[in-house]
């Protein structure tokens, strides 16, 4: 067989070294060595060969707007949203279009290619909604995007929410999302889990709802989800995004939590770098760090992931659209700091948000969909240790970014190796 492409002498995540061949846009051979014609051949050298990375939150309809009109003075989740509030009435279509697919760009040269991003659907002009329908067919060839349907200013609280949520799905909005906690009642919040969760099951829709994203240890919408979960028949297809008040429940509480969500398959995506900047902020100290409880849950068996949320926005001023960004302060923050942790950290911004996104052909294997990224690393710990360049990101069997490696060797004779690589575990 005739290959387009051959990535050679890539080390794989489990330290085999291999030959990728890709032809018509799939994996047709991984093999210690494939020595035929192809279109192209890339030489690894040894480097990290990594399925794409996966980001299964984010904001794309306001990143890169930091600044307009203005910065969020108290750092907290309820001022960004009040600012977002500020900017939405001077959103263009041509601008949306613009900041997210610069932002597309940004992704790409990362090896990001798979992003579900959530859509302000409070608006009733629908315009982010329309501009990111057009932003997820212009980037398809290379970049998979899914759009969840999302009431910020609250399915009940915001009077044209309920309507508008709708109209977006119909427009062909892919999942349903809402935001409970923001509801002005408890009560009201359970109610939008339950009719939210039933216009998904009505449809055939993925559910992706922010849930409990306050330090309020009362705040136990995820509960409610995971019953909805279940009693619609929706097991597999929920995500819980955030989750931050499990940070400060009732152990004894979360001792029940976890086995209902881990019954009902709904999934939890903490948003890392979000999530510690934007909690706490009411603390003196102790001052909780507001991320949900990560190796719990992984211990529960349940499926957890990790978002980037936000970049340049009304609630985040960094951000790079680098997974390994993400992963890192992920790992951090919950301490998963043992190799096989670490590991793990990786895999759920790759293949884990790639099963939360319900991704089909995704990974490494033969017959799969040819995207790949290689890093300027040795191995997954290295990498996030590092979080080097791309060297090259090939999306759907096509080469969609390069950069030349940046070999920084010591002047020192018999010192022959870049400094900063293979000191890691692997
Ligand atoms: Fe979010």
Redesign the pocket.
Known sequence: MNFDLIIKGGTLADGRVADIGIHGGRIAAIEPHIDVDAGEVIDAAGDLVAPPFVDP?F?MDATLSYGTPRINASGTLLEGIGLWGELKPLLTHEAVKERALAYCDWAVSMGLLAIRT?VDTCDDRLLAVEALLDVKKTVAPYLDLQLVAFPQDGFYRDPTARENTVRALALGIDIVGGIPHFERTMEDGRRSVTELCEIAAERGLRVDM?CD?TDDPLSRHIEQLAYETQRLGLQGRVNG??LTSMHSMDNYYVSKLLPLMAEAEVSAVP?PL?NIVLQGRHDSYPKRRGMTRVPEMLKAGIRVGF?Q??VLDPWYSLGTADMLDVAFMGLHVAQMTSPADMRRCFDMVTSENAAIMGLEAYGLAVGNIASLVVLDAGNPIEALRLRPDRLCVVSKGQVVSRKARNDSRLAIAGRPASVRRRHTAS
Do not use: F
């Open positions: 939150h904001h959530h922010h994203e995004s955030h948003n979000i978002g949320d936000c």
